[in-house]
């Protein structure tokens, strides 16, 4: 064993109490990247899997290739098939069995009268497919469905909705359809349903005449499976049979596609989102472990100079101490890595708590989620540990017989410096933040410049910590008498050090406020705009998250419209079109009507003359298109492309979105016929009670979606921003809990290199209470400090970002005094909570060992 | 008698304009091969300077300082390491071991860093003179202050370097202590034939040396051959008195 790695591994053994921080913040962060990493390769293996238990016997699948790639729909919307076409694949050699499938939304209705699931996974229904080999679900108990209104629910919708055989509810599609349940299902041999969806089969004439456009004779896929040929025989067999515009592709490629458009859009957003938390707490455990680092070698000046006398190379000494940091870094990962599976489950937990259910299945681990984690956390220590250790190995021999450098790092030249690249970094950030968001609007500016932003006050910290230090402290000497003082002026002493652990949260809170702050934006720009563009009195919607929910049914606004306390009520549906190129989601609606309930703003030519060609955009949109009333639009829908004309020009960004058409010029083109949103407006003299009770009623009969007033429909569209919030919150906990733990490791770290200057205020006379409130309020100041500063700064970038992402111009700004006012106490009372431990220590000191300590 | 050590003509300077101050103004001396010298002098004479200096601790501002025949100046960190390592050993007055680490593995510390096999026979040997050996794996802090120093002195000698130096070796012991470390290095210079630099101001401790060095602001003032406490002390006194004298006038 050579001399630099003994030394090094003693040094480890020797202070390992000191580093547990250290071990402990790369832990937390190694687990949290693991644990993201963890659970995307299981959840899509798991998402793989269930697409491949889906296919298991089908061979190939026939569908339409018309398809319109849509924002937020998987796989995007295709067009029915010819049910016809079944029979005649039927036939064809060596096709063993073809049925036809058909699948569409549809949301079924518990015994206790609410919806089942709905948020997140799927809420299906189809037909039952009578081929054993073809039907991914298995009878468990009952029979297929024979008669009209009969249906077979998966397992795990009966378990959640309290449904057993015999009973009848109601389906969703979102006409209320009434069905008795004749049977349960298993997915595959066992499973309660395909992972978390819902899945209500019918008989296929009821699936058609429910979920198909035309009502009858139209398919959603055909499934086919052989018994001699192999998928691509079969496939080539029957391409020759298939009309134009129609495919046919195998059964693996079917599951491959299934899973690449799960991974592709949902995961891969879902992955980022969480691997860019572990990195702020990777970012954050950089800090604290650096700030550990150099009071670990400040600390060690005397055995290192030592070291240099005896002859130990610079090389040496570099090595023992970044060859303890790598050891740290692969043991801390090492830990981590066992946690990261702890914190996949968590994971899971949470947003199952929050009520977004992700698949089951058994976990699974690439080889690239073992090493990628390991090697980060490696580095992480490893690259925190270089600037210290190069100071080490810089120690003159002399040093060994001199006290304890100081810190210079306020004066010199190198302070100089450092307040030259920190001066420079913020004036370059500062401006291109403001100007990135404020004009233009330019992500990519704002962004750079938010960096340069961060960067700068990091290297400004030190420059910036005595004043702000000796700032928030100044009530502490009047507070506090002379502990106060002593508590402020230790926390000023090493500014370098103070800076450099308040960072570390700083940044944490910083992104804390950056989120409540953009989040409380978003909130007040939906409210906004259903406040400004919302006229109508009660809204009736079923809302949902995810792929969950199918909406309201379409016979219901004409419905509520006939109510004597209604004036008016207009249901505003959602169609898809290419537009332009681009899949794009419509309005659809009665436009004449629509304007009564909504504002539309100032209107531009004539809603009323949209007819079966005529579309109606908003203004923001068509400027980017550059359309004028009369310009011509191409539009293609699932089954054709035709050619509308721009007849109405509207202020948009409200509830109707950028694009209407007329019921009449959708109807050809529909998919499954459902409204999102019926807008209803009470006559004169009808209080908004007495709607709602009226409109109560009468929705109970069409599955029962929610009557809301206007401040309540407000509300319940910014409800998923606050779920999005409390998920963030809960991921960002961590990074707050590592910066902490940097907090409390300088502390400690501190307390021990002031022994004997504690011991010796022990000795003339101060309590060990007054000590521990000494080490406490200093701190408290640390974290204050940290805690202003992310305020400051997440705030900034919350505006920025808020402005930044805001194209169209008509967001609205809110910055949440409350919730912010929360933060800052957090902060405040975390500080607190971290000095308690150092402050323990520091009281537990003997006096005389204290004062005779070497 | 040719020179385990030596400088001509040595300055140093710390600090620059009117806080300039200049620690060795001119010095030339050289320490025997093979010989045990005392540097004494009062505070602020330019003793540990001129040790640092000869050492390889610290550069000289003007003048030259050999080891052997190799000559200091110019030399980079990474041939004053290896000289440091390879040809000189060093006791300082405290914080002489590292805490973490055995007496054993503090004695071979240079030898370790060397990467060099450790000569057991000399290691035993040596370790049988300070008297340490049932103390061979304990921790410094397990041991008193007398005996750290003896490690120190161990350790300098394990590696059989051209010339050890000693920084107030017994600056923080007892007299008996204190005796002990001195008679360990006496025995090096006469039975190992080690050459043997020391810096001290207790003349008691300058007794046991075969020359002793007398410097006073930066200069050197006087020799001694074959020096004993009562003699430097007279020396000594007669020093001060010539300074009291100088600084009166």
């Not at chain 1, 004066?411 to 291109?432: D, E, F, N, W, Y």
């Not at chain 1, 419509?586 to 100032?602: K, N, S, W």
């Amino acid at each position: 064993m050579s001399a630099s790695v003994r030394i090094g591994a003693r040094s480890l053994l020797a202070h390992r109490r000191r580093l547990l921080g250290t071990v402990l913040s790369i832990v937390l962060g190694v687990a949290f990247l693991t644990g993201t990493m963890v659970l995307g390769d299981t959840l899509r293996a798991n998402f793989d899997t269930l697409f491949a238990d889906a296919n298991a016997g089908t061979d190939a699948v026939v569908r339409s290739a018309q398809v319109l790639d849509v924002p937020n729909v998987p796989g995007g919307v295709r067009a029915p098939l010819e049910e016809s076409l079944t029979a005649r694949l039927r036939t064809a050699p060596g096709v063993g069995a073809a049925e036809p499938s058909v699948q569409g939304a549809g949301q079924l209705i518990g015994a206790d009268g609410e919806p089942v699931g709905g948020q997140g996974p799927p809420t299906l229904a189809g037909n039952w497919i009578d081929d054993p080999k073809l039907n991914p679900y298995r009878l468990a108990e009952g029979r297929a469905p024979a008669a009209p209104g009969e249906a077979v629910i998966n397992r795990g919708a009966a378990k959640a909705g309290g449904l057993k055989v015999g009973d009848s509810t109601v389906l969703r599609t979102p006409d209320p359809v009434r069905i008795t349940v004749v049977g349960i299902a298993t997915f595959g041999a066992d499973a309660d349903g395909m992972g978390p969806s819902t899945f209500t089969a019918l008989t296929l004439a009821d699936a058609q005449a429910h979920l198909t456009p035309k009502g009858t004779g139209q398919v959603s896929t055909v499934r086919l499976r052989s018994d001699r040929l192999s998928q691509r025989q079969l496939v080539e067999q029957i391409k020759p049979l298939l009309p134009d515009g129609v495919e046919a592709l195998t059964g693996a490629d079917a599951t491959a596609q299934s899973t690449a458009d799960v991974s592709g859009r949902f995961l891969g957003l879902f992955t980022t989102l969480l691997l860019v938390f572990a990195g702020v707490a990777l970012l954050v455990a950089t800090f604290t472990i650096h700030n550990t680092f150099a009071i670990v070698t400040a600390q060690r000046t005397r055995e290192n100079a030592l070291l240099r006398a005896l002859g130990a190379g610079r090389r040496q000494v570099l090595g023992t101490t970044l060859g303890e940091a790598l050891a740290i870094g692969v043991l801390a990962s090492a830990l981590g890595l066992l946690g990261g599976f702890g914190v996949a489950a968590g994971l899971k937990a949470l947003f199952a708590a929050i009520g977004f259910t992700l698949p089951t299945g058994g976990t699974v681990v690439h080889a690239a989620t073992i090493l990628l984690p390991l090697l980060t956390g490696t580095l992480v220590a490893a690259g925190s540990a270089l600037a210290p250790a190069l100071r080490a190995a810089r120690t003159a021999p002399l040093a060994a017989l001199r006290d304890t450098a100081v810190d210079d790092s306020a004066r010199g030249r190198s302070a100089l410096v450092r307040k030259a690249v920190g001066a420079v970094l913020t004036a370059a950030g500062l401006p291109a933040v403001v100007v990135g968001a404020a004009h233009g609007p330019s992500l990519t500016l704002t962004v750079g410049g938010a960096l340069a932003l961060l960067a700068g006050t990091v290297v400004l910290g030190p420059v910036a910590a005595a004043l702000a230090v000796r700032v928030l402290g100044a009530p502490l000497p009047r507070l506090r008498g002379t502990t106060g003082a002593l508590a402020r002026r230790n926390a000023a002493r090493n500014p370098k050090r103070t800076a450099a652990t308040a960072t570390a949260l700083m940044v944490g809170v910083a992104v804390v406020t950056l989120f409540t702050v953009f989040g409380a934006s978003v909130k007040a720009t939906l409210d906004d705009t259903v406040s400004r563009t919302f006229a109508g009195d009660l809204a009736v919607t079923a809302p949902a998250t995810g792929a969950g929910g199918s909406g309201v049914s379409p016979k219901l606004a004409p419905a509520v419209a006939a109510l004597p306390e209604v004036r008016t009520a207009v249901g505003l549906g959602r169609g898809v079109a290419r537009i332009d190129g681009r899949g794009t989601q419509l309005g659809v609606a009665d436009p004449v009507e629509l304007a009564r309930v909504t504002d539309l703003g100032r209107i531009d030519g004539s809603l009323a003359a949209l007819g079966t060609d005529g579309l109606a955009v908003s203004r923001a949109e068509a400027g980017a298109h550059g359309w004028r009333l009369g310009s011509t639009v191409a539009v293609r829908f699932t089954d054709t492309a035709g050619t509308f004309t721009v007849r109405a020009l509207y202020q948009g960004g409200g509830v109707a979105g950028d694009y209407l058409i007329s019921r009449e010029a959708w109807r050809p083109h529909r998919v499954q016929d459902a409204d999102t949103l019926v807008a209803v407006a009470l006559e004169p003299g009808v209080t908004v009670q007495q709607g709602k009770a009226a409109i109560g009623r009468l929705a109970e009969e069409y599955g029962g979606p929610q009557v809301q007033t206007r401040a309540e429909y407000a509300e319940s569209s910014a409800s998923g921003v606050d779920m999005m919030l409390s998920v963030v919150y809960a991921l960002l906990a961590l990074a707050v809990l590592i910066a902490l733990l940097g907090i409390a490791n300088t502390l400690t770290l501190a307390v021990h290199e002031r022994t004997r200057e504690l011991g010796l205020l022990r000795a003339v006379g101060q309590s060990r209470a007054q000590l521990r409130a000494m080490v406490r309020w200093e701190s408290v100041l640390v974290a204050a400090f940290g805690t202003a500063g992310g305020l400051a700064l997440g705030a900034l970038l919350g505006w920025a970002l808020t402005r930044a992402s805001d194209t169209a111009g008509t967001g609205s700004f809110a910055l949440p005094a409350g919730r912010l006012a929360v933060v800052a106490l957090v902060g405040l009372a975390a500080g607190a909570l971290a000095g308690l431990r150092p402050a323990a220590r520091a009281a537990r000191l003997d006096v005389l060992r204290a004062v005779a300590s070497d | 008698m040719t020179a385990a050590a030596r400088v001509e003509g040595a300055v140093k300077e710390y600090g620059a304009g009117e806080t300039r101050v200049r620690a060795l103004d001119g010095v030339s001396v050289e320490f025997a091969e093979a010989g045990f010298t005392a540097v004494m002098g009062p505070s602020g004479s330019g003793k540990s300077t001129l040790m640092h200096c000869a050492a390889g601790l610290d550069t000289l501002s003007g003048g030259r300082a050999w080891l052997g025949e190799t000559e200091l100046s110019g030399l980079g960190d990474r041939e004053l390491t290896l000289l440091r390592r390879e040809r000189i050993g060093f006791v300082f007055q405290a914080f002489n071991l590292l805490p973490t680490l055995t007496v054993r593995e503090n004695i071979t510390l240079p030898l370790d860093l060397g990467g060099a096999a450790p000569d057991r026979e000399w290691l035993d040997a040596l370790i049988d003179v300070v008297g340490l050996g049932d103390r061979l794996h304990h921790r410094p802090s397990q041991l008193s202050g007398g005996q750290q120093q003896r490690v120190a002195v161990a350790r300098a000698l394990a590696g059989r370097p051209q010339v050890v130096f000693a920084d107030e070796p017994t600056g923080n012991l007892d007299s008996r202590s204190g005796g002990e470390v001195l008679g360990l290095l006496r025995s090096a210079v006469d039975t190992m034939r080690q050459s043997v630099v020391m810096v001290t101001h207790d003349p008691a401790a300058a007794g046991y040396a075969d020359t002793v060095l007398f410097l006073a602001d930066g200069r050197l003032v006087d020799t001694m051959e074959r020096p004993t406490a009562d003699r430097v002390l007279d020396r000594m006194k007669a020093l001060d008195g010539r300074r009291g004298k100088a600084v009166a006038r």
